[in-house]
């Protein structure tokens, strides 16, 4: 089976634009997290997805949003970027059979910088 | 939240010698998986144990939750090994410890 994917892995972008990151899941996964990580904050939860709705978010400005297809692909989008934005984007997949007891699978992640 | 606290920050060992990691979280979860991540940042899983004993390989996990800590032990260690180790638990979202950077050294 195919690892979770993430495009693009690298990209950099200037203060002011926006960006838009693609998460697919292993596939029969139907939940998808997202999560952000830079040396100062350390590995932080942004958002969890499953069956096209959002079903927990994060401490983040309304600038990070998310949505997920009905394929459960996902994709989040960063508006009015910051410098502070710049961090490794992580992505993660589960089954979300069991309740939360289960195994995340994470991508290789997307490194975001903002110049 | 959940705070998660790991132990030792960092780590330095040689080749061959066997460590100890350490994750405590303040509330009970349902969920509890070691990761490795590599120098290029994908997270590697390396257990899910949100209680008991697990081994694979030269690496071991016990979690003790009504304790509320969890261990990864590392024996033999190889240079291949080096890398940041995280914890992180989960109540309805996952919480990460702020690692343990490993280093092995020939």
């Known amino acids: 089976k195919a690892g979770v994917t993430q495009t693009p892995r690298y990209l950099i972008k200037t203060r002011g634009q926006q960006v838009t990151l693609s998460c697919s899941p292993i596939s029969g996964h139907r939940s998808v997290s997202w999560y952000q990580q830079t040396p100062g904050q350390g590995l932080q939860f942004l958002f969890e997805?499953?069956?096209?709705?959002?079903?927990n978010k994060g401490n983040f400005p309304g600038r990070f949003s998310g949505r997920q297809f009905s394929n459960s692909r996902s994709e989040m989008n960063v508006s009015t970027l910051e410098l502070g934005d710049s961090a490794l984007y992580l992505c993660?997949?589960?089954?979300?059979?069991?309740?939360?007891?289960?195994?995340?699978?994470f991508g290789p992640g997307t490194r975001l910088l903002v110049l | 939240g959940i705070q998660v606290e790991q132990s030792p920050p960092d780590l330095i060992l040689q080749e061959g010698a066997n460590s100890t990691l350490r994750c405590n979280f303040s509330d009970s979860v349902n969920n509890l998986q070691w990761f490795h991540q590599n120098p290029w940042g994908q997270l590697i899983n390396l257990f899910y144990i949100p209680s008991g004993t697990k081994q694979n390989g030269r690496l071991s996990a016990t979690t003790v939750a009504t304790e509320r800590y969890s261990l990864l032990y590392i024996s033999s260690s190889q240079t291949t090994d080096s890398g940041v180790y995280f914890c992180?638990?989960?109540?309805?979202?996952?919480?990460f410890g702020t690692g343990t950077s490993l280093t092995v050294i020939p």
């Open positions: 992180a638990v989960a109540g309805n979202q996952f919480y």
């Open positions: 997805y499953f069956s096209e709705t959002q079903r």
């Open positions: 993660a997949s589960s089954l979300a059979v069991a309740g939360g007891q289960e195994t995340q699978y």
